[in-house]
């Protein structure tokens, strides 16, 4: 007998639990991935995801072949090839991860029509994309946490399932066809300095950082110059890593840093716990402030500026460029750069969050859209008012300018904390500088967001 093994965001062999069950199950596998058109056509294939997603795939075929099997890989309709795989397998059964997104969701319910109309069998297995899952912890009296520090208390009594070790051996029927694999090579558009994808490269890192820089992560976790944290983002995005074992792993290390860093990991499932209970709130205000945001007409200069990097608040502009460079900026930076828009600026989170999404490398529409709206105040936040300065916090966070400077170079020339606020220069020493003047005051900004809000 056969069973099939429908890949999504889960590229890995390491801790994979549908993988596991169909080896166990049935004497030979189809290891499948649909490059899916429902994804293509909502524009979320960006140039930096598809290339990474290109590497992942590359890796874990490697991987397979290692093991005397293949990836196969088909495009179009995620249904259609799936039934045309179990058709031309004569499979019984597909395993695959259960879906926490709305679209992973339907396409769980479609598929499983489809299949059970054609007397097979869909098993969806939970765990496998997050570490707890949606659901499996809730408050008495809703059907999710709205505040993450109880959530977080719960999540973290909550029992994991154990890790299981990548397959020996896998064995694939020859006869079933595959289409051609994509690659990086033919993806036009990807940020020069984007990383590498696969699981190889994700055990990689995973292994360094739980042996180095974990320790400190509680005390330079918001250091923008010494860029500490773990950069597993994409990798958990595309679920290179296992969220479990990365949470098993990093509790073995102990000590504040592995706190910090297992705290962090539970952001990431609360948020996936919100948006399933909540699926809306991927576009529509989890908590509805006002829906009076600047018009975007009025503000269209500012939102260029914003994105382009050119605001003339060089924390802020240093952050944007990363993002086009790197596909990716650090967690302090995406909050200054996401409160400036939306409460400085006073615009939709929803251009924001756009504009993340079309960059990230780890770009997910759970932790994507959810801090957006946590920043924005329309969200989670039970500060819903609180503004980032982005001028106390760059002093903070990038006390000596390297940050600014190493995204800068217009500005390299300004040393120390100086590079922070080029607007106290001389005139005649300024116009050395080719760099913008502040597209807003920050007490103006203030002023519009209490008038906005209707704060006193
Ligand atoms: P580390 O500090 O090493 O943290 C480890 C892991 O914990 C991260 O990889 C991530 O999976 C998780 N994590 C950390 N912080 C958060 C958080 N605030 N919310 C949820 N999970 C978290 N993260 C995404 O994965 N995809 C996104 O699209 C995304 N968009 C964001 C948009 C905004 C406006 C903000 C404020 C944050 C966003 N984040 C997003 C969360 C966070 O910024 C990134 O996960 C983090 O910067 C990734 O870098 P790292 O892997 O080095 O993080």
Request: aromatic share 8%.
């Amino acid at each position: 007998n056969v069973s099939v093994v429908l890949f999504t965001s889960d590229l890995r062999l390491h801790d994979h639990p549908p993988l596991r069950a169909a080896l166990d199950s049935a004497r030979e596998i189809v290891p499948l991935f649909v490059c899916d058109d429902g994804i293509i056509d909502i524009g979320f294939a960006v140039p930096n995801r598809r290339a990474f997603l290109a590497d992942c795939l590359a890796d874990l075929d490697a991987g397979l072949r290692r093991r005397g099997g293949r990836l196969v890989v088909r495009h179009g309709d995620v249904v259609a090839q799936v039934c045309d795989v179990v058709t031309q397998a004569d499979a019984d059964e597909v395993h695959m991860a259960a879906g926490v997104t709305r679209y992973a969701q339907r396409r769980e319910e479609r598929l499983r029509e489809a299949l059970e109309s054609r007397g097979r069998h869909l098993y969806s297995h939970d765990s496998v994309v997050t570490a707890v899952a949606p659901g499996a912890v809730t408050p008495q009296s809703s059907d999710h946490f709205a505040v993450f520090t109880p959530y977080h208390r719960h999540w973290a009594r909550q029992p994991l399932r154990d890790v299981l070790g990548a397959p020996r051996v896998v064995r694939v029927p020859d006869h079933v066809g595959s289409d051609e694999m994509p690659s990086r090579d033919d993806v036009p558009g990807v940020a020069e300095r984007l990383p590498s994808g696969g699981e190889t490269e994700a055990r990689k890192r995973l292994t360094a950082w739980l042996r180095g820089e974990l320790a400190q992560y509680a005390r330079n976790q918001d250091d923008l110059a010494g860029d500490a944290t773990s950069r597993l983002s994409a990798h958990l995005h595309f679920g290179t890593v296992s969220a479990v074992e990365l949470v098993h792993r990093t509790r073995r290390v102990r000590g504040p840093g592995a706190d910090a860093f297992e705290r962090q990991l539970a952001w990431r499932d609360f948020h996936y716990q919100v948006l399933a209970a909540r699926p809306q709130a991927a576009t529509v205000d989890y908590r509805p402030r006002n829906d009076r945001w600047r018009s975007q007409d009025e503000a269209a200069q500012e939102i260029t500026a914003w994105k382009e990097g050119r605001t003339g608040y060089p924390v802020i502009d240093a952050a944007m460029r990363q993002l086009r460079h790197e596909g990716w900026m650090h967690n302090r930076v995406r909050l200054l750069t996401a409160s400036f828009l939306t409460k400085t600026l006073y615009v939709d989170w929803r251009v924001g969050a756009r504009h993340f999404l079309r960059f990230l490398v780890d770009g997910d529409i759970a932790n994507n859209q959810l801090n957006w709206q946590w920043v924005a105040g329309t969200g989670t936040d039970t500060r819903p008012n609180r503004i980032f300065n982005p001028l106390a916090q760059a002093k903070r966070y990038d006390p000596d300018g390297t940050y600014v400077r190493r995204w800068l170079p217009e500005l390299a020339g300004l040393p120390g904390p100086s590079v922070h606020e080029p607007w106290r220069l001389p005139a005649h020493e300024r116009a050395a500088y080719d760099y913008p003047e502040p597209v807003v005051d920050l007490s103006e900004g203030l002023a519009r967001f209490k008038h906005f809000r209707g704060l006193g």
